[in-house]
């Protein structure tokens, strides 16, 4: 009697859920790129410091609701001395979670000039440890954690090394890139980065249907219970 009383409030879930797979997101990508002056590491040739601007920022606006369900970033024509000197991170201003260690103590002492450096969680492999970097899509990379440090306005670390940290948060915001050289004697600049980001946002109509199929089910099983009792 229980399976037979219930079966149209599952059956009725059941369509919900269906309802909910099919209707509850509008899927996006698109790619932001910073459009500031060339970025210099660090601000005083073959000195300890911070790049210049520190940060360097993305403002991106005009999404509305849509939350990031995946973050990608991509570093172009990148050039340093000593690559392993270099700590990247990138953070979302205002987010005490939004931050992500991109890269630091990676590549060794070989100079790298103008590299495209893409990094996804998705990633085959790390940046190089001792190693020359080449162009290539990478996971986050860090040969030496918990030695980073980033002056402020940069927050205190512990920092992630998953992209994923942005996941959630809306995409609407500031976008802050973080570059610090580490040691002297050496020098560097990046031309430009961008952001890619892959949102989601309920639709309109979305509880509308998951009510449309919910409340009938709810319904019938009511009523069955009321001819029991008469």
Avoid: W
Wanted: hydrophobic share 40%; net charge negative.
């Amino acid at each position: 009697m229980f399976h037979r009383l219930f079966l149209p409030a599952a059956t009725a879930l059941a369509a919900a859920f269906i309802a909910f797979s099919a209707c509850s997101a509008a899927q996006a990508q698109i790619t932001y790129e910073y459009a500031g002056p060339t970025i210099v590491i660090p601000t005083s040739p073959n000195s300890v410091g911070t790049a210049d601007p520190y940060p360097a920022r993305i403002s991106v606006g005009g999404n509305g609701d849509h939350l990031i369900t995946n973050l990608t970033v991509t570093l172009t024509n990148l050039t340093h001395t000593n690559p392993n000197d270099l700590n990247i991170l990138l953070v979302k201003a205002g987010s005490s979670t939004a931050n992500t260690l991109l890269m630091s103590d990676a590549g060794g002492t070989a100079d790298i000039s103008n590299v495209n450096l893409t990094f996804s969680d998705a990633g085959s492999q790390m940046l190089p440890d001792e190693t020359q970097i080449s162009s290539g899509t990478f996971k986050p990379t860090d040969y030496q954690e918990d030695s980073d440090a980033f002056p402020a306005p940069a927050p205190g670390g512990p920092y992630s090394l998953f992209l994923s940290a942005f996941n959630g948060q809306l995409a609407d915001g500031d976008y802050d890139l973080y570059i610090l050289d580490d040691a002297s004697l050496d020098t560097g600049s990046l031309s430009r980065f961008s952001i890619t980001l892959t949102t989601v946002v309920p639709e309109p109509g979305t509880f509308a249907l998951i009510a449309s199929a919910v409340v009938p089910g709810i319904a019938v099983v009511r009523r069955r219970r009321s001819r029991r009792k008469s």
